[in-house]
Every structure is written in structure tokens, then in C-alpha cells.
């Protein structure tokens, strides 16, 4: 037996099966017509925010980055709720521009922005967290081209990192930002190129459960934007203190405490250096906003046994849940929480493998769960799907296609 990660708390069940949106996933599968689906749900994302707003000091501004699922429904939905959008291609811009979304509060970061892409931006009134010095030049040149005045950020590479957190973008050599060192020669450069300097942007890492670690990287944040200000001798107008807020997926894994976490913010607020006192401070997110709000759920094809041990075959898998896969980013694969959505109240009576429909070894969405006995025909959900679920994952592979995604 192997645990199963923790189910987010507040699914409910009807006539015993899983049940989102008020209605059980059956209901929905027959709608859509097959299964696998992803269902979002908006209730779950709007007392998300409000949970979050309700911890947060009052000044903080929440950013959505969208990579973390773009679906254009889900995207039209949470636009309405963040205060900006994060973005990180040309490819997500379009997506943002599609529903609608004031460019003028959206920012772009990430590595490898090609000129069509700073065009894009620029023209769009996109705020720019430049990379490097040589995408500076490139958006200034290309900004003068054009006749405009672009919006730039700098992205900071910082000389620490977010601790316990579950991918690293910051701290030492990094494809990511600018060395902090080199920061205040670049704000000088640009805002004496007559840009509009929209301020900082320091993003340390992602996936953090340890409230101590997230104030402990929001202390540092907040100390090493005021000294790459005070060296270059501005105030900001905007400072990006990134996110790295994670959620519980694995056993053991607890939800991160946001009531310390604001109380600290809040504590930091009332003596800010002169340098952010003008400030708006954003702090960005996405699995923590989205990640709980979504089950993937596939439908059993084949119950076999090998050797003495159960394999329930779905007709989902890895092409759609790389994450919950345990091939996205983790050393030892654990299980993602994972229910027979058919059967939700049934006690667990058996030990199962559940595994996809691709042709390797890798598609395993549970290893040795204890589960009620699934039959062909029932279905399974795998929790925690909101996020770096269908928008990272390879649903070409193998030919299977993507998921239907909807949001109930
Ligand atoms: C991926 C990313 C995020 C979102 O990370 P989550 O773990 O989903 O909260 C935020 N900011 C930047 C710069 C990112 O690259």
C-alpha cells in the first residue's frame, strides 16, 4: 500500500459519487460527450481570492500567471477576479488579448522573448520584466522603431532563494532575471533612455508549503528591492514580489498557513523604506489560485490482473496529468490525491494500480492505492488538476488528443 496525497477539503458527494459544481461527475462526463475531462470549478476559485484577499494586507494586488492554465473560460473567469495578468509568450498574450483583459495591467517575463514578441508587447502597452541586458537593448531599439515608450521591469535574479520550494528560480547562476549586482547600473540605463521604468520583479520559486519560508523570502524581497533602488538612486512604481504559495498534493504535505503569511506582509508595510512608498506591490500566483480547483477525471477500460496485482486502466493518463505522472519536476514519484469519483463514499477495500492508456511505464496516475473495488465503466479523479494540468502536459503524444475542459 502507498498513501494517496490529500483530497482539498470541501468536495462534496451526491448519491455518492464525487460531485462538483452541485452535480456528480457522471452528469458531467455524459454532457461532454467522453471522458477524460478536466472540470474547473468557479466557486472554488472565487473564495480562493476571497480567502486569500481576506489574509492579505490590504494594499497587496494579486497577479494570475496564467501558465498555470489558460483555458480561455477559466482565464475569462479569473480575470475578472486578479488585478493582473502574468504572462510568459507571445502565444500567451494572445490569450489574454482574446478575453479581453486591460494589456495595460498585464507584464511579461521569461527567458528568450524573440522581437516579435517585444514588438507585440510594446505596441500592446505590456509591461516588460526584461531578462537581461541584451533584451533591454533589443526593447529599447525596437520601442524607438516604433515610436513608442516602452513600459520596462527588470527581473531580478536574487542572491537568495525560496527555501523548501519545489523549483528553484532564483538565487546563484539562473537562465532567469539579472543578477542583482548588475540591477541599478540597468534601471539608471533605462530611465535615462527616457523608458518608462515600471519598476522590480523578483521571483524566487515556486510550490512553498512553509509559511516561514514564504516570509522569510518576502523579508529578503522587500530588503533587496529597496538597496537596488536606493543604489540607483529612484523610487519604484511597482514592485513584483513574486509568489511560490504551493498546495498540498502528496501525503503528509499540509496547506500553507496565508494568515501568518499576511500578518507578516502587514507588519512589513507599516515601515516601508522610502523607496517603495509608492509602490503598488504585487505578489503573482498560479497553482494556489486555480491548482485545488480542478479534478481530471478518466474512466476505467480495463480492470486486469498481473501477477497478483490490480491494474485499473483509464482512458487518461500522462498526455493530460504529467504532473500527477510523477514526471514533471519530481525525483521520486508519490501519489497525487486520487478517488473512484463513482464510488467517492464507498470504504476502500482493495489495493489498486491506477494507470493510463499510453504505451510506457510511465503513465501511472496511482501506485498501490487502497481504494473501493472500480469496475469497468467507473471513474476516477485525479485532484489538484487545476494547474499544470492540461496547459503542461504533452496531449499530442501517442496520438490521444487533448481532454475536454470544462468550467462548472
Ligand atoms: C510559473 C511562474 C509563476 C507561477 O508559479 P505557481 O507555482 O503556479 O504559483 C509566477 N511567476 C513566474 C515568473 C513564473 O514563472
Redesign the pocket.
Known amino acids: 500500500m502507498k498513501p494517496l496525497g490529500p483530497i482539498p477539503a470541501g468536495f462534496e458527494a451526491i448519491d455518492g459519487e464525487l460531485a462538483i459544481g452541485g452535480r456528480p461527475v457522471s452528469g458531467w462526463a455524459e454532457e461532454a460527450g467522453r471522458t477524460p475531462l478536466f472540470l474547473y470549478s468557479r466557486d472554488r476559485i472565487e473564495r480562493r481570492f476571497a480567502e486569500l484577499r481576506a489574509a492579505m494586507p490590504e494594499q497587496i494586488r494579486i ?1 494570475y ?1 496564467i ?2 492554465n489558460s483555458f480561455a473560460p477559466l482565464l475569462t473567469f479569473v480575470s475578472t477576479l486578479a488585478d493582473g495578468l ?1 504572462i ?1 509568450s507571445g502565444g500567451e498574450l494572445e490569450m489574454v488579448r482574446a478575453v479581453g483583459f486591460d494589456l495595460s495591467r498585464v507584464s511579461f ?2 527567458p528568450g522573448k524573440r522581437d516579435v514578441e517585444l514588438e507585440a508587447a510594446i505596441s500592446a502597452g505590456v509591461t516588460l ?1 526584461l531578462e537581461s541586458e541584451a533584451e533591454a537593448g533589443r526593447a529599447i531599439a525596437i520601442a524607438e522603431r516604433l515610436g513608442a515608450r516602452p513600459r520596462l521591469a527588470i ?1 531580478v535574479n536574487p542572491d537568495f532563494e525560496l527555501k523548501g520550494s ?2 528553484k ?1 532564483g538565487g546563484g547562476a539562473k537562465p ?1 532575471g539579472i543578477d542583482a549586482e548588475r540591477v541599478p547600473e540597468l534601471i539608471r540605463h533605462i530611465v535615462d533612455a527616457g523608458c518608462d521604468f515600471r519598476g522590480l ?1 523578483i ?1 524566487t ?3 512553498a508549503l512553509s509559511a516561514e519560508a514564504v516570509i522569510d523570502m518576502q523579508a529578503k524581497v522587500l530588503d533587496c528591492a529597496d538597496r537596488l533602488a536606493g543604489e540607483a538612486d529612484v523610487t519604484l512604481p511597482k514592485l ?1 514580489m ?5 498546495i498540498p498534493y502528496f501525503p503528509g504535505d499540509e496547506p500553507l498557513d496565508i494568515g501568518s503569511v499576511g500578518a507578516a506582509l502587514e507588519q512589513r508595510f507599516t515601515e516601508l523604506p522610502e523607496t517603495l512608498a509608492e509602490a503598488e506591490l504585487f505578489i ?6 486555480v ?1 485545488e480547483a480542478g479534478v481530471y477525471v478518466a474512466r476505467i477500460v480495463d480492470r486486469k490482473v498481473s501477477y497478483g496485482k490490480t491494474y485499473l486502466v483509464t482512458d487518461g493518463g500522462l498526455h493530460h496529468q504529467l504532473a500527477a505522472s510523477g514526471n514533471f519536476g519530481t525525483v521520486v514519484r508519490r501519489n497525487y490525491p486520487v478517488a473512484i469519483a463513482s464510488r467517492f463514499t464507498a470504504d476502500a477495500e482493495e489495493e489498486a494500480n491506477v494507470v493510463g492508456c499510453l504505451c510506457t511505464p510511465l503513465d501511472r496516475l496511482a501506485d498501490k492505492a487502497h481504494l473501493p473495488r472500480a469496475e469497468v465503466g467507473d471513474l476516477v479523479a485525479v485532484f489538484c488538476a487545476g ?2 494540468g492540461a496547459s503542461a502536459s504533452p496531449s499530442a503524444f501517442l496520438g490521444q488528443g487533448p481532454a475536454i475542459e470544462m468550467l462548472v
Not at 513574486?242 to 504551493?246: E, K, L, P
Not at 503573482?284 to 489560485?289: A, D, M, T, V
Request: net charge positive; no cysteine.
Open positions: 497577479n500567471a501558465k498555470a502574468d510568459a517575463a521569461g520584466n527581473r519545489g523549483m528560480m532567469f520583479h521571483f520559486g515556486s510550490q513584483n513574486g509568489g511560490g504559495f504551493g503573482e500566483l498560479g497553482r494556489y489560485l491548482g494547474a499544470y
